[in-house]
């Protein structure tokens, strides 16, 4: 055999079986708790924030403290240990309610609200 088909081959051997041993996706796409980022940039406060492993609807509140004022501001929030794929669903002082869905929050470190 070729010495070029033979390194080949080890190649391959090797590539095949560190794929087989890559922990299964649900493992990785798990996270420990962290810090992300809300910036509003829209016109009106934020009264409510509320985050939900992606398409469960299971929301829970975030404590903010106090309103976020629109404008320009930004606070951070713990993200619960769990998923990385999770939804958002934030209350605005005049009661519209804006859902984000999904956010990769061990992708991103935060969101930007914009005009509505």
Not at 51 to 57: E, K, Y
Not at 86 to 91: A, K, N, P
């Amino acid at each position: 055999m070729p010495m070029h088909r033979i390194v080949f081959a080890i190649a391959l051997a090797t590539l095949t079986s560190g794929c087989a041993s890559q922990p299964p996706q649900s493992q990785v796409a798990r996270r420990p708790s962290t810090s992300f980022r809300l910036v509003n940039a829209s016109f009106d406060s934020i009264v409510t924030l509320q985050i939900a492993p992606a398409g469960s609807n299971a929301f829970r509140t975030i404590d903010l403290g106090w309103p976020l004022q629109g404008g320009l501001t930004a606070t951070s929030f713990r993200v619960p240990a769990g998923e990385c794929l999770r939804d958002l669903r934030i209350t605005f002082r005049d009661g519209d309610v804006t859902q984000l869905s999904p956010i990769d929050m061990c992708r991103s470190n935060g969101v930007r609200i914009g005009a509505r």
